[in-house]
């Protein structure tokens, strides 16, 4: 799994590996022993008790039956589904379908009370209009290669599930970088909108919406990969690959002050929208 061992998904994976050799040791097992019980070579075993290699579900009751262990065998299989959820290919996510990965979040984000989103290159999915939404999952999908493009009806999923900002109970602390006022997705009129609404949205109640100056003096932090905060208890960071999931309490801690920095050094209320209004402008002398 290409992260680093300290993120979540790993430590999580590693908690499963050492419950496994716990389990082959009070057995009194050795590595190859083990291995000719369950029927496969003993540098599996190795690999799956240092965590290289995750174990199936069928390879963890193989594992339990040759420990005598049965008993625990379906508590170790959720604990082994829950790490590797932890972190997840888009390849995997994306099988059913764009708009099917977006309505798969409506629940959890009807559930959360507070987002923090920090994105250094486009506009929040939260505060994305479909225009921009169908430019930009349009053009995931060809990435992919997916054998069905459904950017359209995904987008209109994402703005469909972002109607949580006009509910009651929620709050939204969104901090982009001016850069993405800039990156053009879709064509000028899909962005000359998308920037309209995000002054209109930038005035919600519910809604604090900072944006980091590019001429920003001597920064506290340097830009970073985007990520959302769901609470407290929740990090999902967004890579080219996949999507990790950090639930390891240090880890969001640490996410946290790096979202404090980079929030403190953005701008707010009439100032940020100058720099979207200045974004508006520039769109329109691309244009003359």
């Known amino acids: 799994m290409p992260i680093s061992p300290s993120s979540s998904a790993q430590a999580a994976r590693e908690s499963v590996a050492a419950r496994l050799r716990v389990l082959r040791k009070s057995a009194g097992l050795t590595v190859t022993e083990l291995a000719s019980r369950c029927g496969w070579h003993h540098s599996k075993t190795s690999r799956i008790e240092n965590a290289v290699t995750a174990p199936t579900t069928a390879d963890i009751r193989a594992w339990c039956r040759a420990t005598g ?56 999915g939260l505060l994305q209009s479909e225009g ?66 995000l002054l209109a949205a930038g005035a919600l109640p519910s809604v604090s919406l900072g944006v980091i100056p590019m001429a920003t003096p001597q920064r506290k932090h340097w830009p970073i990969e985007t990520f959302h905060m769901y609470d407290d208890s929740l990090v999902s960071v967004e890579f ?27 701008v707010y209320g009439a100032e940020a929208r100058e720099l979207i209004v200045k974004a508006i402008d520039a769109l329109g002398h691309a244009q003359a």
């Open 69 to 124: 262990a049965l008993d625990q065998a379906e508590d170790l299989v959720a604990q082994s589904i829950n790490a590797e959820s932890l972190y997840s290919e888009w390849r995997h996510q994306v099988r059913a379908g764009m708009k099917q990965l977006q309505d798969s979040w409506v629940q959890f984000f009807q559930e959360t009370s507070l987002f923090r989103v920090y994105s250094s290159t486009m506009v929040p």
């Open 132 to 197: 921009y939404a169908s430019a930009l999952l349009t053009a995931i999908a060809e990435f992919r290669e997916l054998p069905v493009n459904d950017g359209p009806e995904a987008a209109a999923a994402r703005v469909e599930r972002s109607r949580v900002i006009h509910q009651p109970g929620h709050r939204f602390v969104l901090v982009i970088e001016e850069a993405a006022l800039r990156y053009q997705l879709g064509d000028a009129d899909a962005m000359a909108a998308q920037l309209g609404h």
């Open 240 to 266: 080219t690959s996949a999507r990790v999931k950090i639930t390891q309490p240090s880890e969001v801690a640490l996410y946290l002050k790096a979202f404090e920095q980079l929030r403190s050094m953005a």
